[in-house]
């Protein structure tokens, strides 16, 4: 009898592994090194396990966009519940988890699905998605100019972040995002 029969069916561990997997694949080689055989490989499971939960690659990335959009939407609503005032509450969450991004292990799965989302135009489009959705959802709060200039600058101090083309010391990204919140009450 084999491992594979033996041992206790985790389907959520499982699902959980090809994705942090695909993730690992994609920053290490590139997203053109993510394919169902490397992943199932790399996490020792079955291809068969693998398309049990993924049943092809646009759907691999998809659950990786989706886990990491949850969380980057649970960070901004925490964010945002510890914000006593209104007038670009978002922007102000969005500019906070942006740039923590770059400190925490979660920044290397944003790199990942940053990275993704330039390849695959169908990520492309759920992240037009995502931003519209949200744009719409607090556009009475935050759809000043300023607003969205600080949401533009925190997207491209991501993209620096992804590039390492600027570094910035604690020091001054604290003055940055201070600066950037500042533009949100505008």
Same mark, same amino acid.
């Given at each position: ?91 102000? #969450?969005? $500019?906070?988890?942006?740039?923590? @991004?770059? &400190?925490? *292990?979660?920044?290397?799965?944003? %790199?990942? /699905? ?45 993209? #620096?972040? $992804?590039?390492?083309?600027?570094? @910035?010391? &604690?020091? *001054?990204?604290?003055?940055?995002? %201070?600066? /950037? ?6």
């Amino acid at each position: 009898m084999t491992n594979a029969h033996r041992r206790k069916k985790q389907p959520e561990h499982v699902r959980q592994q090809l994705l942090e997997v695909a993730a690992r694949l994609s920053l290490e080689q590139g997203i053109g090194a993510v394919t169902l055989d490397a992943v199932s490989q790399a996490a020792g499971v079955s291809k068969g396990g693998l398309l049990h939960h993924f049943p092809n690659k646009l759907a691999l990335l998809d659950g990786l966009f989706d886990e990491l959009v949850a969380r980057f939407d649970r960070a901004i609503e925490a964010a945002m519940a510890s914000d006593d005032v209104e007038q670009g509450r978002f922007t102000r #969450a969005y $500019l906070t988890v942006c740039f923590a @991004l770059e &400190a925490e *292990a979660e920044g290397k799965g944003w %790199q990942v /699905l940053t990275i993704a989302l330039l390849a695959e135009p169908h990520l492309k489009a759920r992240w037009r998605d995502w931003v519209a959705r949200r744009a719409a959802e607090f556009a009475a709060t935050d759809s000043s100019p300023s607003c969205l200039l600080a949401r533009f600058a925190a997207d491209g101090v991501w993209l #620096a972040d $992804l590039l390492e083309s600027h570094k @910035l010391d &604690a020091p *001054a990204r604290a003055i940055l995002l %201070q600066n /950037l919140k500042a533009l949100s009450l505008q």
